[in-house]
């Protein structure tokens, strides 16, 4: 239950997972739910970090179709120049 509270709520606060898992059935002390809670949380954060890292290397890559790149990016105005800039490495225009 706990895993599927931070999958969906992953900045949730121990506290209100306490209470949630309470409300279901939890009788346990806080403590040792807080750790489980402390100890699921980072892996979830890092997995979702490394999945935005991969993605963003294949959109590099130029291994992300381009009609995905549409899906999930349609609403970018510019979106051609974004894709140029990534690939080619230019962050922007100087300042």
């Known amino acids: ?10 900045e949730l606060p121990s506290l209100e997972i306490l209470r949630q898992v309470q409300k279901a059935g939890y009788s346990g002390g ?6 489980l809670v402390a100890s ?3 892996m979830q954060l890092a ?4 999945e935005a890292f991969e993605w963003m290397r294949a959109v590099q890559q130029n291994a992300v179709p381009r ?3 549409e899906k999930e ?9 974004l894709l140029k800039g990534i690939r080619s490495g230019c962050s922007g225009p100087s300042p």
């Not at 806080?30 to 750790?35: M, P």
């Not at 997995?47 to 490394?50: I, L, Q």
């Not at 990016?73 to 120049?81: F, P, R, S």
Request: hydrophobic share 40%.
């Open 47 to 50: 997995t979702r970090r490394n």
């Open 1 to 10: 239950m706990i895993s599927d509270i931070l999958e969906k709520e992953a």
């Open 40 to 42: 699921l949380r980072p």
């Open 30 to 35: 806080k403590t040792a739910l807080y750790a």
């Open 73 to 81: 990016l349609g609403h970018v105005i510019e979106l051609d120049k």
């Open 67 to 69: 009609s995905t790149l």
